[in-house]
């Protein structure tokens, strides 16, 4: 069977995404799911290409015992082609990915993350935490973390849908 293949995209691709990543990782790992999937972050801008994620992302993750190993990596549009589903951290992001499809096709592998957030109030885009505190970067780990629950429940529905 081949692997359900899943993107999340930020702007820098150092503190959202990789965090997201992460927790999806955590969770699918968690539920013995793991070689079922192949899981990458990337970032609109390439800011920050090659780096580890911000240091910060990366400390408060390994107090979810989550180790972040991934190098930040441009969007690129095969990226369209690669991955099933495009998960963008904020409605910017959002546009962005959009902007770059060249089919109906790619724009329904665009989603925003957090309409999968069950406690999300108001605008469903994760706060970048980028130019704040750690408390900041926590609120995203946490985000993150119940987020991407809901989102494997919602992958795994569809895959029943389609058997
Ligand atoms: P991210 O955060 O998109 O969550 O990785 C940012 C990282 C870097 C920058 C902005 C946001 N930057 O301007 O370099």
């Not at 692997?3 to 702007?11: A, E, G, P």
């Not at 991934?70 to 082609?81: A, G, L, P, T």
């Not at 926590?138 to 993150?144: A, D, F, G, R, T």
Request: some cysteine; hydrophobic content about 40%.
């Amino acid at each position: 069977m081949s692997k359900i293949r899943v993107l999340f995209v930020c702007l820098g691709n150092i503190c959202r995404s990789p965090a997201a990543e992460g927790a999806f990782r955590k969770i699918v790992t968690e539920k013995k799911l793991i070689d079922q999937f192949y899981i990458d972050s990337a970032g609109t801008a390439g800011y920050h290409d090659g780096e580890l994620a911000h240091p910060i992302t990366r400390k408060v993750a390994k107090e979810y015992s989550i180790d972040l190993t991934h190098f930040s990596r441009k969007f690129i549009v095969n990226d369209f082609e690669k991955f099933d589903y495009i998960f963008a951290m904020d409605s910017f992001n959002y546009a962005d990915i959009i902007s770059m499809a060249k089919s109906p096709k790619d724009k329904e592998k665009v989603f925003l993350f957090r309409k999968f957030d069950p406690s999300v109030i108001g605008e469903p885009d994760v706060p970048d935490p980028y130019s704040g505190g750690i408390d900041g970067f926590k609120n995203v780990q946490e985000i993150c973390l119940r987020t991407s629950e809901e989102l494997l429940n919602w992958i795994l529905s569809n895959l029943k849908k389609l058997n």
